[in-house]
């Protein structure tokens, strides 16, 4: 009978990802059960890991609330893990495969937790502190509200309808990236290309209007 090191339908496995490989697919639940233990513990680490990166970022979640999620990303991940295992092919090490099922968890629960509680979106008159998150500092409170107001005029402006809602959402509705990759099922690059053209586009009118000098359009 063929080991895990030497499945033809996988590529040589190094020790400690065969060693995965066979417990969590022994035949003895006693020796499976111990097995997930194990990798779940390995798992919730990395989510509370991954979670605290985020947070004060990404997400607005703290407390026991964070643990709840660093604990809900884990058992679901090892689910994906035990359920996909046969798929596992010895490309990488076995722990850096089952990372990737972890972190897939705690993005797609963060941008579910976010819709459940969203955070109020900026008001009409919040868009005076706009320049600010675009990191515009006006010398004077007059000449930040009239960039305020021509900066609402160029996102109606040059902005495409993609780049609007993107840029609406991001920067002044200040929805987390993985709130919007779970509503629009797309991916994180695709949502940072976005923005970064439409602040391209944004400071370049800017600039045109005489609202910034080139330096600050370049940055």
């Given at each position: ?154 996102v109606d402006d040059v902005l495409t ?59």
């Amino acid at each position: 009978m063929l080991g895990p090191e030497s499945d033809p339908a996988r590529g040589p496995l190094d020790r400690e990802s065969a060693a995965w490989v066979a417990a969590l697919g022994d035949p003895s639940e006693r020796v499976r059960e111990d097995a997930c233990t194990r990798l779940h513990g390995v798992l919730l680490r990395i989510a509370r890991s991954e979670l605290g990166r985020r947070r004060g970022s990404d997400t607005r979640v703290t407390g026991p609330e964070l643990d709840d999620l660093a604990h809900q990303a884990a058992a679901d991940a090892l689910l994906a893990v035990t359920r996909k295992l046969p798929d596992f092919r010895g490309e990488s090490r076995f722990t850096t495969w089952a990372y990737r099922f972890v972190i897939l968890e705690v993005s797609a629960k963060l941008g579910r937790h976010f819709w459940r509680n969203p955070a109020e979106a900026l008001g009409a008159r919040d868009w005076d502190r706009l320049p600010d998150r675009l990191g515009v500092d006006p010398a004077q409170e007059p000449q930040w509200r009239e960039l305020a107001h021509a900066l609402r005029r160029a996102v109606d402006d040059v902005l495409t309808d993609h780049q609007r809602r993107v840029f609406l959402a991001v920067v002044v509705d200040g929805v987390p990236l993985d709130a919007l990759v779970a509503r629009w099922d797309t991916n994180r690059n695709a949502i940072y290309k976005t923005v970064f053209d439409a602040r391209r586009k944004l400071r370049d009118r800017l600039v045109a209007q005489g609202h910034l000098d080139r330096k600050a359009g370049e940055r």
